[in-house]
Every structure is written in structure tokens, then in C-alpha cells.
Nanobody, 125 residues
Framework: QVQLVESGGGLVQAGGSLRLSCAAS????????MGWFRQAPGKEREFVAA????????YYADSVKGRFTISRDNAKNTVYLQMNSLKPEDTAVYYC??????????????????WGQGTQVTVSS
């Protein structure tokens, strides 16, 4: 059982930056692809970014491409989401998730086996 704990959320003005962190409880974290998802009030959870077990093959939703960067440090069992040029429409609860199946990075939430509790990001205009 992998436990994931997100941190780094908060309130920021439009155009600002935040860095989210997601710490995993298991060393097996280094074997898993990791993803970030978000859910805004009244909307479905959506894919934001994902990264392979090695840190390669980052993949982004079109809405965040060029503004967000996903990275990981396997020595620290942590995955990050650097968010720049934030917009009010980025306001949501952000979740990290682990995909334990070996293979390419995937964007569908159904593929992810473990989820964190979420961290709130609010961008004011």
C-alpha cells in the first residue's frame, strides 16, 4: 500500500507560481509512473501531467503545457509540479497519483492505483 501526501498548495495571484510536492511512503515509488490531476468545483477530475518511473517522458495536458513542469526525485520518494503563470482557471484541488503498472505514461485516471488526499490551489484574478 503506497501512501501519497501532497503539499504546497495555497492562494496565489494570477501570474504567480506555486510548487506542489507529493511524498510517497514506499521505496517502490521509484518503479511507478506518477501523475498529477485536478478537480475544480462542479467539474470532473482531469489529467494535468505525468512522468515515467525514470523521470523521462513527461506529458502534459494542453491547458498547462509551457506553464507547468513535472519532475521527480526518486532518492526522496517525491514528485513535484512546478506551476508558473497561474490563471484563475487553474483553481482546483490537485491530486498526485501512482500508476503501478509497468509501461508508458498514461493519462487516464482509471489507470492510477494510489491517490493522495489532495491540496487546494486557488488563483485570484
Amino acid at each position: 500500500q503506497v501512501q501519497l501526501v501532497e503539499s504546497g498548495g495555497g492562494l496565489v495571484q494570477a501570474g504567480g507560481s506555486l510548487r506542489l510536492s507529493c511524498a510517497a511512503s514506499e521505496r517502490t515509488f521509484s518503479r511507478y509512473s506518477m501523475g498529477w490531476f485536478r478537480q475544480a468545483p462542479g467539474k470532473e477530475r482531469e489529467f494535468v501531467a505525468a512522468i515515467s518511473w525514470s523521470g523521462g517522458s513527461p506529458y502534459y495536458a494542453d491547458s498547462v503545457k509551457g506553464r507547468f513542469t513535472i519532475s521527480r526525485d526518486n532518492a526522496k520518494n517525491t514528485v513535484y509540479l512546478q506551476m508558473n503563470s497561474l490563471k484563475p482557471e487553474d483553481t482546483a484541488v490537485y491530486y498526485c497519483a501512482a500508476d503501478t503498472a509497468w509501461g508508458r505514461v498514461r493519462t487516464g485516471s482509471a489507470y492510477y492505483d494510489y491517490w493522495g488526499q489532495g491540496t487546494q490551489v486557488t488563483v485570484s484574478s
